[in-house]
C-alpha cells in the first residue's frame, strides 16, 4: 500500500465516524427536544 492509499482510506474512516459521530448528536438533540421533561 502506497502513501496515498493509506491517507485515502483513513480518510474514509474519519468520514465514517464523523457522521457516525453526527448522528448519534442529531438523535440525542432530537431526543432531548422531544422529550416532555425538558
Not at 6 to 19: A, I, P
Amino acid at each position: 500500500m502506497n502513501a496515498v492509499d493509506k491517507y485515502y482510506r483513513t480518510k474514509q474512516e474519519l468520514l465514517q465516524e464523523g457522521s457516525y459521530a453526527v448522528k448519534i448528536f442529531c438523535d440525542a438533540s432530537l431526543k432531548k427536544l422531544t422529550s416532555p421533561e425538558s
